[in-house]
DNA sequence: AATGAATGAGCCTTCATTCAT
DNA sequence: GATGAATGAAGGCTCATTCAT
């Protein structure tokens, strides 16, 4: 009736590898230093996983399920405003990824495969970044009348997620420049307040725009 | 009055090592090759610049300078309405940054210095970042009534980055999710017709916001 | 009357591991490898027959037990022309050595132990290689004068021995150069025409040398 | 005038190697092993060669190289008789290949590709081995009648390198079956002697076969 | 001033073997 | 009695760096 310990190797190297990996990117972390950070062998990456590039995917996918198990992605009752919905989602969204009390290194492996993506992007987008994207793009589209196009939707969700994704991929220039917030809670409320507000106009601005499809703004070039 | 060739290698070395810095990355590009590219023998890089950590450096100091040289940074006539002056500088920038005929490679570099600093990061946020970043900040100010806090300025000003940087670092996964615009000139402009009106819609909400340092949003929760 | 399996991992092992070990030698097979084949875990050879060094030899040494129980050596009535002795005795080994159709494998072992010996080899000449030699010497030994030295009858008998192995020792250079017969049963037959027909006159002109230890056919020099 | 050491390490592993690699074959001697034996660093072979494989492959042109260039192929005055041209030629292979006084190695090293083929083996076939094959059959054609099919050629031309072949891939059961001849000039002449007068005697058979592509001798079974 | 050869530490991976269960 | 996990030595190879010239 009691389990064995099954592969306790295996699940202590997925443990110990996901910090690891933010902090010095695929390539600069060494399996010998994985394997001494997870107490065994060298061999047992190639062991448990095949080889260094599998073994990485398997942290990124191990990564996804408890990196937003302690706080699911919200719901709200049928019903509720649109702008409501954003704001909740966004307060989420800028809490997970942003909060100094969650673990970071997630969100710090994401951004690397980002930049210097590895065949494990894929399944990373698939997995963890497409639903949440799909789902903002959904709530955008109801802050957004009817009949526009499928162009404005995208622009509107990629300018959103830009305003917070800048905070992670930016973070030491913006640290440099004094523009990075303070790490507390009212700070980065603030922040989210700001965001929502500031989206809130931009997507306002995008649906009164009259023809969709043309560049009407230009007209005054 | 023309010089001699003086250092031609090192020069050539300088030339040819951004582009291939910019492709693979700091670590995945090997001395070997960055000098079978400039023609020069192996031990070149050492020689004439102590390390590769040290030639890396040199070639980000030495990358902005003809980064921008080909198109400067706009100026606009005294009087120029502030939105005037935010859409002359921000097509500019969009442009620069992501028109597929620039060289991309300088803004590359500083993509990846953002994600993983190097010790060159503080150099070049002085020589190549802060200029603009101050020029930006200065025009969103124009756009905010004067008595707004730093605080907002700023914010305003990364929200503005944020939109713009996100189809750089975020590009392999906004391709994968069908949010990359298509690499012509019609789309670019378009895509900057979005990001400006957007981004002076969120300026004038954050500008009517009454209370600049209370989180006045969040009284509806 | 059927026994119980006993030792059915045992058997399962040193039956698949003939034919993996002759298609890759010794030490490009591996036990994960013949564990797989043979359904059972790595750790099974290790245990059931010490070492990979020691299961090998009881691999050679069980296989000539299965090899020729197929075909058996052919016996001749008393009385048989030692040429028709000699002929039936040749076809059925160049049959066993050389057709599609008979497992080969054994025989690719042995060749493999002729190149490379291993302390297994001893085993082998002795269970497996002497019984056919004996027999061959014996076939050769009537082909030639009572008086011959038993020197002529080892070269005659290695002659015929070469012309046979030639085909399997170097049957990758063979069919580069364009001589490696067809692998039916018409080609074979017309090879072993050859082989006995060139043999058997190879071997009257042996008989018929008159100073058997001198060395008669360099007086023309 | 006088030129620098040039590829000295580079020389001294082409030197060092083939010796080991007709040892242990390719797999089993490791480039640690050497580099020790060649006194250089373990990265060498890598620097000027590439890799493992394709320093073996150098090993082998070289070795053919050399081995060789103390005796020729020996050439015989126009109107030889072709029966003298055929002795002289096997005396020259049979010294070449099985006098204790040569370098054994590169002959063991073609052994070790005909059986066990590397890659490098292509190369062999065509630098090393095709000619000397080209020349045998030459000479081997013009023991027969002018009307001879190609295949009875080839076979005969075959059933002469088996015989000599099989003192190089069957040495081992040879000695332990008592037919390895003593390793001294008088006892290789008398082989030499044997096979050759073995060998004139089979192709003089096959020439007096009446019908070269079908397979008479059968009739009588 | 500049090179081409040479270095050695480190990389990931493979493998027969061992050990606790 | 037999297993699956774990081992550690060794494998070939890469790479920035160094050194004699």
Same mark, same amino acid.
């Given at each position: 009736m009691v389990p064995p310990p099954a592969d306790a190797t295996r699940d202590r190297l997925l443990e110990v590898a996901g910090p690891l990996f933010a902090a010095k990117g695929f390539r600069d972390t060494g399996v010998t230093e994985l394997c001494d950070a997870a107490d065994c062998n060298v061999a047992s990456i190639n062991y448990h996983f095949g080889s260094k590039q599998d073994f990485y995917a398997a942290v990124l996918a191990n990564a996804h399920r408890r990196a937003f198990s302690g706080s699911p992605m919200p719901e709200v009752p049928a019903g509720t405003a649109p702008e409501v919905e954003f704001a909740t989602w966004l307060r989420w969204w800028i809490s997970s990824m942003l909060? /100094? %009390? %969650?673990?970071v290194w997630f969100q710090t492996l994401m951004t690397r495969e980002m930049v210097d993506p590895t065949p494990a992007l894929d399944t990373m987008v698939e997995r963890s970044i497409r639903p949440m994207h799909t789902r903002l793009t959904a709530i955008v589209r109801n802050l957004l /009348? &009817?009949? &526009? /196009?499928i162009a404005t939707v995208r622009q509107c969700t990629t300018s959103v997620l830009g305003q917070v994704l800048v905070y992670k991929h930016a973070a030491p220039v913006l640290q440099r420049l004094g523009s990075m917030p303070a790490q507390n809670n009212a700070s980065l409320q603030q922040l989210a307040d700001h965001i929502i507000s500031f989206s809130l106009a931009g997507i306002a601005a995008a649906a009164a725009n009259r023809a969709p499809s043309s560049t009407p703004s230009r007209r005054k070039r």
């Open positions: 909060h /100094p %009390n %969650n673990p /009348p &009817k009949g &526009k /196009p």
